[in-house]
């Protein structure tokens, strides 16, 4: 029973995060998609600031649900 709960915890966070993850790499110039370096060093501010705040959380989330989920299912 925890279990299900779990993996469907999981499978929510992952969905999440990869949304978030992407989400970060449209708010960036196409050249940082295909790894060229810019010179240009700023703050992250605003939305910015907080998407990139929750894709941590959320993959802190997602690796704590995978450790409990790893130790409930053994």
Do not use: N, P, Y
Not at 45 to 69: D, H, W
């Amino acid at each position: 029973m925890i279990a299900t709960i779990i993996h469907v915890l999981q499978l929510i966070v992952a969905v999440l995060l990869v949304g978030a993850i992407l989400l970060q790499v449209r708010t960036q110039d196409l050249g940082g998609v295909f790894g060229a370096q810019t010179s240009v060093f700023r703050a992250r501010r605003g939305i910015e600031k907080t998407l990139f705040q929750s894709t941590i959380s959320l993959a802190v989330i997602f690796i704590v649900l995978a450790v409990a989920s790893f130790r409930f299912t053994s």
